[in-house]
């Protein structure tokens, strides 16, 4: 019998899937035996393929880059080169207000899979000591090559250590673009790399901060309940970590996106919204989502949204284990990620040193599509909280 998902099914996909700009869509048949000796000639598959829609304001030979296919890491790797230099020139307060002298490095790391996991460093300017560091986890819809980059810079001149990798099959590193075959597998990844990068002689015996936004937040708390003793404390910018009941989906469908993502795991299914409308407030700023040229902004692989699903199961259950000192920032108007989940997490949590900040008005990318003066303001509220926790050290 065939299997057929068509334009009227829409599957639930966890809060956090952020896509960027419009998205267009063609139909095709993915056709795949599903037994060795099938009943049936063949099944199928309906699934929908993204046109990517043409970067406004630059010239016909880079859209012609931009829309070559990414799901292995040296395409994206080749239109990461060819944005870079338009990327940082472009008119937002993370770009324009950078601060100068930040050093900065990148380098590949094979994991113990052998994939190459790109790397990245943000250190203050010469002569400035350094406080600690504060390793990165990013979210569904984005690398730590774009927006990341400015306030990497804004928190590297307060004098930490920023470090950041993208996740396998995300940004610059190894993997089938937006594939998340296993989310343990990224857990452990950030584990590892982590690992070794605190093993660095400028930030070696220093307080290590791990910092998650959106999927990247339920990355991170997942590393720091695998290895509390690990982290002196943990930062959460809109994070995703439980589905609030009113975006739960109903338990059949649940089980139809978890028997599909045994059988088809890498098709991918059409988003219900265009969530980078939802995720940035500011339309100029929303405008420049586009040239995060390299982001994953396609439909959802059905192996992906199960683990993502599982994977906030799994936090929900286990949110009384954190007893780290925690300091969460949510938007109240975030309509992507609850600000709700984030206030059960620090109602839950065990940590003695908890924070949470809601931003009245504010949606779900606080620190890349707010006005400028709340940008400054999240950035400054982070520096703050780690200033106090490094004092104590």
Same mark, same amino acid.
């Given at each position: 019998?065939?299997?057929?998902?068509?334009?009227?099914?829409?599957? @639930?996909?966890?809060?956090?899937?952020?896509?960027?700009?419009?998205?267009?869509?063609?139909?095709?048949?993915?056709?795949?035996?599903?037994?060795?000796?099938?009943?049936?000639?063949?099944?199928?598959?309906?699934?929908?393929?993204?046109?990517?829609?043409?970067?406004?304001?630059?010239?016909?030979?880079?859209?012609?880059?931009?829309?070559? /296919?990414?799901?292995?890491?040296?395409?994206?790797?080749?239109?990461?080169?060819?944005?870079? /230099?338009?990327?940082?020139?472009?008119?937002?307060?993370?770009?324009?207000?950078?601060?100068?002298?930040?050093?900065?490095?990148?380098?590949?790391?094979?994991?113990?899979?052998?994939?190459?996991?790109?790397?990245?460093?943000?250190?203050?300017?010469?002569?400035?000591?350094?406080?600690?560091?504060?390793?990165?986890?990013?979210?569904?819809?984005?690398?730590?090559?774009?927006?990341?980059?400015?306030?990497?810079?804004?928190?590297?001149?307060?004098?930490?250590?920023?470090?950041?990798?993208?996740?396998?099959?995300?940004?610059?590193?190894?993997?089938?673009?937006?594939?998340?075959?296993?989310?343990?597998?990224?857990?452990?990844?950030?584990?590892?790399?982590?690992?070794?990068?605190?093993?660095?002689?400028?930030?070696?015996?220093?307080?290590?901060?791990?910092?998650?936004?959106?999927?990247?937040?339920?990355?991170?708390?997942?590393?720091?309940?695998?290895?509390?003793?690990?982290?002196?404390?943990?930062?959460?910018?809109?994070?995703?970590?439980?589905?609030?009941?009113?975006?739960?989906?109903?338990?059949?469908?649940?089980?139809?996106?978890?028997?599909?993502?045994?059988?088809?795991?890498?098709?991918?299914?059409?988003?219900?919204?265009? @969530?980078?409308?939802?995720?940035?407030?500011?339309?100029?700023?929303?405008?420049?989502?586009?040239?995060?040229?390299?982001?994953?902004?396609?439909?959802?692989?059905?192996?992906?949204?199960?683990?993502?699903?599982?994977?906030?199961?799994?936090?929900?259950?286990?949110?009384?284990?954190?007893?780290?000192?925690?300091?969460?920032?949510?938007?109240?108007?975030?309509?992507?990620?609850?600000?709700?989940?984030?206030?059960?997490?620090?109602?839950?949590?065990?940590?003695?040193?908890?924070?949470?900040?809601?931003?009245?008005?504010?949606?779900?990318?606080?620190?890349?599509?707010?006005?400028?003066?709340?940008?400054?303001?999240?950035?400054?509220?982070?520096?703050?909280?780690?200033?106090?926790?490094?004092?104590?050290?």
């Amino acid at each position: 019998m065939d299997l057929v998902l068509d334009s009227t099914f829409r599957p @639930f996909l966890p809060p956090g899937f952020l896509t960027s700009g419009r998205n267009h869509y063609r139909p095709f048949i993915l056709q795949r035996n599903l037994d060795p000796k099938p009943k049936y000639p063949r099944q199928s598959v309906i699934v929908m393929v993204q046109k990517k829609p043409k970067i406004e304001g630059v010239s016909d030979e880079l859209n012609l880059i931009a829309s070559q /296919n990414l799901d292995h890491a040296p395409a994206r790797r080749r239109v990461r080169s060819a944005f870079t /230099n338009i990327q940082q020139q472009l008119d937002h307060i993370l770009f324009k207000m950078a601060p100068a002298g930040i050093r900065t490095d990148e380098w590949y790391e094979k994991n113990s899979k052998g994939q190459e996991i790109f790397c990245k460093s943000w250190l203050p300017k010469p002569g400035v000591r350094i406080k600690g560091a504060l390793c990165f986890c990013h979210g569904y819809g984005d690398t730590c090559t774009f927006f990341f980059e400015g306030i990497a810079k804004h928190i590297a001149a307060s004098g930490y250590g920023i470090y950041a990798i993208d996740h396998p099959g995300f940004g610059l590193s190894e993997g089938l673009h937006g594939y998340v075959p296993s989310f343990d597998g990224i857990v452990d990844n950030v584990i590892e790399q982590y690992t070794i990068i605190k093993g660095r002689p400028e930030i070696r015996g220093l307080p290590y901060f791990i910092f998650g936004q959106s999927m990247g937040g339920a990355i991170a708390l997942k590393a720091l309940l695998k290895e509390p003793r690990q982290w002196d404390g943990i930062v959460l910018v809109a994070p995703m970590c439980k589905i609030a009941e009113d975006m739960a989906p109903p338990v059949p469908l649940q089980e139809v996106l978890i028997f599909l993502s045994k059988i088809i795991p890498q098709a991918k299914l059409v988003p219900q919204k265009d @969530f980078a409308e939802l995720a940035f407030r500011e339309l100029k700023k929303r405008e420049m989502t586009p040239y995060n040229v390299i982001c994953y902004s396609d439909q959802t692989r059905l192996k992906t949204a199960a683990e993502l699903l599982n994977a906030t199961k799994y936090i929900e259950s286990h949110v009384q284990e954190v007893a780290s000192p925690m300091l969460i920032l949510h938007g109240a108007a975030d309509r992507v990620t609850d600000p709700r989940v984030s206030q059960f997490l620090y109602d839950n949590a065990s940590s003695e040193d908890k924070t949470l900040k809601l931003y009245e008005g504010s949606y779900h990318s606080l620190l890349e599509g707010e006005p400028d003066d709340r940008i400054l303001t999240v950035l400054g509220d982070i520096i703050t909280w780690l200033d106090v926790r490094c004092s104590l050290k």
